[in-house]
């Protein structure tokens, strides 16, 4: 599910029990199982409803309280997020953000973490730390962004909805019947494109590449530390990967 700056791969196994590998040393929990049980002891969830997501280098741990079959992926877009680390104890983002669910996609060393909050009053990504709060970003447009990254300079990607009137109502309905059933319909968004959310601003990927790329860039999923951006995009109208690096010269360039 992901690759660290030190060459350790982030993976997860069917039970979705999340693991750490590197090379020479195999696979490792960092204490998942002791993370765990020191939740569950202070706090009034089932064990079988706390599901952690990733355990951080810094110690932490990020994942959600499902309200949803544990043994399918649907739990991590159908309950509340939250965080815990030894200095600031359990953090329910259901009392931080609010909606009718939510989730941590991805957490810093610095301890910042990136999300998306669902229907509450609207989806919106935000960017949260201990010491900081709760940042809500804007969109692309009226549509929805949802956080797929972040960096150690709290540089957040994902992807924006930019969807016209009809496909606007079909997905309030979706939404809707989200709430009644307590399921998400997933409606149809398109198209997307990835952003970059740096220092309070969301811009369009597609703005920093030349016009005449023949690229659309529709998913950013992941940020390194040197601002490089990996996702998915559209090359002459064909599915591709991309990978954008910053120039040096101009910081605000890719």
């Known amino acids: ?15 979705l029990l999340p693991l750490v590998w590197r090379e020479n040393e195999g696979y490792s929990d960092r204490g998942y199982a002791d993370i765990k049980e020191k939740i569950v002891s202070t706090q009034d969830i089932p064990p079988e409803k706390l599901l952690i997501r990733e355990v951080c280098r810094s110690g932490g741990a990020f994942g959600v309280i499902t309200n949803e079959n544990p043994q399918s992926y649907v739990p991590f877009r159908m309950g509340d997020a939250f965080y815990w680390s030894e200095s600031t104890g359990f953090v329910d983002f259901k009392r931080v953000v609010g909606g009718a669910w939510s989730e941590i996609v991805s957490i810093n060393d610095a301890g910042v973490a990136t999300g998306t909050r669902y229907f509450g009053p609207t ?132």
Do not use: M
Not at 153 to 171: L, M, P
């Open 1 to 15: 599910i992901g690759i660290e700056d030190d060459g350790s791969f982030l993976v997860r196994t069917p039970g």
């Open 123 to 254: 989806t919106a990504s935000f960017v949260w730390s201990a010491s900081e709060g709760t940042t809500f970003f804007e969109g692309l447009s009226d549509d929805p962004c949802l956080a797929k990254d972040i960096n150690d300079r709290n540089q957040v990607v994902g992807f924006c909805f930019i969807t016209g009137t009809f496909q606007k109502a079909r997905n309030r309905v979706a939404a809707l019947l989200a709430r009644v059933f307590k399921r998400w319909i997933i409606p149809t968004y398109e198209p997307k494109h990835a952003f970059l959310w740096d220092s309070g601003q969301t811009t369009d990927l597609n703005l920093l590449i030349p016009p005449d790329s023949g690229w659309e860039l529709t998913e950013a999923h992941g940020i390194n530390n040197r601002g490089q951006i990996v996702g998915i995009g559209l090359l002459d109208g064909k599915e591709q990967a991309f990978l954008l690096t910053p120039i040096e010269e101009k910081d605000e360039d890719f």
